[in-house]
C-alpha cells in the first residue's frame, strides 16, 4: 500500500523557518522524482520545488527561490523542505507528490504526479 506523508508544518512567525518532510512507503522512491506543492485559501495549487529521483537536479519556484531548499534521502524514503525566511504569503496547505522518473520535467504539473500526501498546514503569522 502506498503511503506518503507530510509532516512539519505548524505556525510560525513572519521571517522564521520550518523543515517540511515527506515520507514515502510502498512505492520504489529512488526510482519517482518528488515535488513539492501548496495551495493557500481560493488559490490554485502551485508548484514551488521539485528534485530529481537521485538528487542531482532541483527546481525551484521563484517565489521561493533563495529561501527553500529541497532535498532527499533515499535510504530513508524520505524528501525535505527547509523553509526559510518566512512571510505570511507562505501560508498554505503544503504537499508533497511522487512523479514517475521520466514522466515529466522540471516542476512540472500537478497531472504527471502519480501519488500525493494528505498535506500540512504551514501558517505564518505573528
Known amino acids: 500500500q502506498v503511503h506518503l506523508v507530510e509532516s512539519g508544518g505548524g505556525l510560525v512567525q513572519p521571517g522564521g523557518s520550518l523543515r517540511l518532510s515527506c515520507s514515502a512507503s510502498g512505492f520504489p522512491f529512488d526510482r519517482y522524482d518528488i515535488g513539492w506543492y501548496r495551495q493557500a485559501p481560493g488559490k490554485e495549487r502551485e508548484g514551488i520545488s521539485s528534485i530529481s529521483m537521485g538528487g542531482h537536479s532541483t527546481y525551484y519556484a521563484d517565489s521561493v527561490r533563495g529561501r527553500f531548499t529541497i532535498s532527499r534521502d533515499n535510504a530513508k524514503n524520505t524528501a525535505y523542505l527547509q523553509m526559510n525566511t518566512l512571510t505570511p504569503e507562505d501560508t498554505a496547505v503544503y504537499y508533497c507528490?511522487?512523479?514517475?522518473?521520466?514522466?515529466?520535467w522540471g516542476i512540472g504539473t500537478p497531472a504527471e504526479y502519480e501519488y500525493w500526501g494528505q498535506g500540512t498546514q504551514v501558517t505564518v503569522s505573528s
Open positions: 507528490g511522487a512523479r514517475p522518473v521520466a514522466s515529466g
